[in-house]
């Protein structure tokens, strides 16, 4: 099995999926027939996020196991510090390692609902930073990727503080950086060029979401901070009709991927939805090699 970061020394850029555990048997049917389709763009891996507090772990596990199997396909399970201590951590970290885990997206976590700001349990982790260090140490055997905000993360005073908070987390182990999604290329540029002045020097993996949904997106994008670029909404605002806005957001993406493989991303990161129509059609206008 490839390290993670040797994934992205290849001469095309590397594609990956994230999808998230259906909460029922119907959701879970459904992915799977998602995924058929998705397996067909031949992504280097997938990756599973788990419910806040880590409601769903163990559907996690189940998920990424049954996706490997199935697809033969490496996998990677979120892990976040929320509400768990530190032997907690270690725990599932062995849990995965039983179900044949090949990487670990680690994450601080954002505080769970109803709550302002992140609290450590006690007997836990503050910072993401810490959580790689214990992977890098105890498991060294897995890959890590961790996550990178070309608009900031909104809890960081500013975007040097958040890039020195990244750097932090690259030190101590991390392979990969995945972006939080973004609709502006500009604001990715920037951010790739900032993080190579500050000597972050792994692979910088954007993360893309194609709009299908206007209120969908723009509740994703109060959450996340992410910026819409304007002529973007207006034209997403023309019709009040699924299809146009499927189509829109379809032809955006694809003109945002376009420019970002012009210049010389090492590989894009779908946040799927658990749905394969919207990524599908932008990598069947944009092919990846």
């Known amino acids: 099995m490839p390290g993670l970061a040797d994934l992205y020394k290849s001469d095309s ?4 999926f994230e999808v998230f555990p259906p909460k029922t048997e119907k959701g879970e049917a459904v992915l799977f027939q998602h995924m058929e389709k998705l397996v067909d763009h031949k992504p280097a891996y997938m990756t599973c996020t788990y419910g806040a507090g880590g409601t769903t772990q163990s559907k996690t596990l189940e998920i990424t196991s049954r996706i490997k199997q199935q697809f033969n396909i490496p996998v990677a399970s979120h892990l976040t510090c929320v509400g768990a201590t530190i ?36 007997g836990g982790f503050h910072h993401a930073n810490e959580l790689v260090s214990l992977i890098n140490h105890e498991f060294p055997h897995y890959g890590v990727a ?9 809890e960081a005073p500013s975007m040097e503080v958040d890039l020195q908070n990244l750097k932090h987390k690259v030190q101590c182990g991390a392979d990969i950086v995945i972006t ?13 060029e900032a993080c190579q002045r500050a000597g972050i020097d792994v692979p910088i993996i954007p993360g893309l979401l194609p709009v299908t ?27 009040d009709d699924p299809e146009w806005q499927f189509k829109v957001g379809v032809e955006q993406c694809s003109e945002q991927l376009d420019e970002l493989l012009q210049a010389g991303i090492p590989g894009v990161h779908f946040y799927v939805l658990n749905k394969s129509q919207a990524t599908s059609a932008v990598l069947d206008a944009v092919p990846l090699a």
Not at 13 to 16: E, K, Q, R
Not at 88 to 110: C, F, H, K, S
Not at 146 to 154: D, F
Not at 214 to 239: D, H, M, N, Y
Request: charged share 25%.
């Open 13 to 16: 850029a590397v594609l990956s």
């Open 87 to 122: 032997d907690q951590l270690r725990q599932y970290l062995t849990d995965a390692e039983r179900q044949q885990m090949d990487y670990i997206v680690a994450l601080r976590g954002d505080p769970p609902q109803g709550s302002e700001t992140f609290e450590a349990v006690e």
């Open 146 to 154: 961790v996550a990178g905000y070309p608009e900031k993360h909104r």
């Open 180 to 192: 939080q999604l973004f609709y502006k290329n500009e604001n990715f540029f920037q951010f790739r």
């Open 213 to 239: 949904n206007l209120a969908q997106i723009e509740r994703i994008t109060s959450l996340c901070g992410a910026e819409l670029p304007e002529s973007f909404v207006q034209r997403l605002s023309e019709k």
